[in-house]
Structure formats: structure tokens, C-alpha cells
């Protein structure tokens, strides 16, 4: 059958400008989606607040109010909108050009885009980017999965299993472009890294605890979205060799962070995913974590990586002592073999022939 080349609408999270790092790994990931389809040869056009910025492909910039963090509704019965919401903005864009594009992909962790998937003439797919946070997104998850079985995608079997009908949502992993990562075989000096936006839900204070206990250096990349969080931090482990490395491009990450012996993940929450992680494999750094969310599914206990318990300090310091068990080699492996945009292109691009070819709206 020959292939169909889709059109192919993406509409970012409104949370932050493509770019600046406040959309935390969602940016990635909606990027990494879009070279792995462009390189199927489908046509990508994506749509992100005014300010944004991508090297991927065609990109509309539409202004507007941010949306507020769904960190901050958590337990919320009710969607909070600015007035003039950048999201309200994106999606009058997204009804007005719909017909341009044979499918509309979501990357926004909102009611509304879910809400709007019946009034829309076009198949949606929605990427949830994080696990369970409030009743009235969660409920909307659910009616939107029962309507369009299919339309929606999480990263991870933990990650849907925080949503009631978690067995209706899709697993669909993660991808990078392993050209941009270059494998380190041995770092010149032992020391950590830790990446992530800097927010209590992402546990930082026990990689600067481990890091004091062991000695050595800990390099933090990342927004600071916390400021008070952070000084907080610097203040109670100022006996830690803290290096902040600030929030970078990922040639730059990659070129750091392949220096480093462990990446140290301690997420408090249930972590959909933790793109780092994926991105520390790339370039042949094993992953020390929390056995929590996405990460079980992703690091090998022993070959890639060590996963200890949830909260466990000791046992971060522990793993990092039987770090020379692990050939960093593996690690680059696992990347290519499961985390490639080939792999996810492929993956990515059966969802969407399954949704455009199985597309009808619902009949109420
Ligand atoms: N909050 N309301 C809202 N919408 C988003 O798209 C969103 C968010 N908080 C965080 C976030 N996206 C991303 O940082 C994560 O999806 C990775």
C-alpha cells in the first residue's frame, strides 16, 4: 500500500514558550515527535505561545495569557483559564486551519484540548505529558478515552496507570536523536548530575544529600523554576560540591553530562517518563533512581542502572559505590535499541494511520 504522507498539526504546551524550558520535558518530546515523523516524510506544522522557538520545522506563534501550572491545581474540581488564554488562542487556530492538516496532535496537559476533540472535524491524538494530578483533568481523561478509544498516548504503563481508565490510554514510550549525543566510554573524574526542573516534585535535595555523603560533585542542570526551593537547598547541604550548570541546549547538555559517572533521578512524584534519563543512556551514563513511575520501566537494575527504594538516601549511596559494575556501553544499547526516533517514528506513525483511517466523530 503506498504510504500516506501526513499533514500534521502540533500544539505545544501553553505553559511556557517553546524554548525556555518551562514546559520541562513536554518541549523535548514534542520536538524529538516531530524530527521522527518529518523523517517519515510527513509535514509538521507546530503551534506554541508568542516567544517560542524551534529549529524542527514551520512554527506559528500565538500570543496570549499562559496557563496556569497544573502543579499548582493539584486535587483541583475546577479548570482555572486566564482571560485571554494563550490555550483558548492555540486551539480558535487550531478550528480555524483544521482542515489543512489530516490529524492534530496535543501536547498541552489541559482540559480544554480534551474537552474540544468532539466539536473538532478532524481526528486529535493527545499526549497526557504527566501522571494523575487533579479530579477534573483526570475525569476528562477518562469521558475523551470512552468517546475516541485510541486518541490518547501516555510514556509509560505507570504512568496510565494513575488515571482511572488507564487501560484505555496508549503506551508509547519516548524517543531522541541519538546523532545529538555523543557515547563517553570513561569521564576524566567521578562525579554526579542531576536534570530536571527544579521543583519539590522532583526531590533534588537527596541528590545534594547523596552528594555531600559521597564527597562528590553533583552538576544540576535545569530551569529553576523554585527559587526559594533552591536556596533552600544550597543553604541545608552547603557542605555539597554543588556545580549549577543552568538550563541548556542539548548539545550542551549532552557534552556535560557525558562526563559524569551516574545520573541521580529522585523524582517525589509518580515520573511519567524522565526524558533525562533516556538522554544520560544516550551518551553512556548509568541512571541511579527512585523505583517509582516511568523509571521501572526504564532502567535496567544492574546493567543500565540501579533503582532503589522510593526516598532511600542510603540506597542512592549504596548504587553509587557499585557503579563500576556497570559498562557504560550497555547503557548507549538500551538507547539505540529501544529509545531511537526510528523505533518511535515507527510507533507514532501506526497510531496515527489507526486514528485517520478509524476516524468518525462520535454519535451522540
Ligand atoms: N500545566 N496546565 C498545564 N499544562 C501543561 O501543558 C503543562 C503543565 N505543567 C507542566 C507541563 N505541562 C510540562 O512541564 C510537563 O508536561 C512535562
Redesign the pocket.
Known sequence: MNKTNYRLLFLS????ALGSG??????L?LQNAAKALIAKGHEVEIVAPEGSATNVTKLTQIAGNM?????T?VGADLVVLPQNSV?ENMWSYARESQNQFDLLFN????WLPLYLTPFFNRPIAHWI??SSLSPVMDAMVSKTSHLFPNAIAVNTRACADTFSDGDRLMIMGKGLDVSQYNFVKQPEKPSLAWVG?ISPEKGLEDAAKAAQSTGLPLHVFGLIQDRAYWEQIKTFFSKAEIHYEGFLSTDELQKKLGQCSALLMTPRWVE?FGNAAIEAFACGVPVISYNSGGLKEIVRHGKTGFLVEMGSVSGLIEAISQLDQIDRFTCRQQLEAEYSLEVWGDRLEKWFDNLITNYSKPRF
Not at 504546551?13 to 511556557?16: A, E, H, I, L, N
Not at 518551562?22 to 518541549?27: A, D, H, W, Y
Open positions: 504546551t501553553p505553559v511556557g518551562i514546559g520541562g520535558g513536554v518541549e518530546t496557563q496556569t501550572s497544573a502543579q491545581q490555550l501536547f498541552a496537559y489541559d505529558s504527566m526542573r511519567a
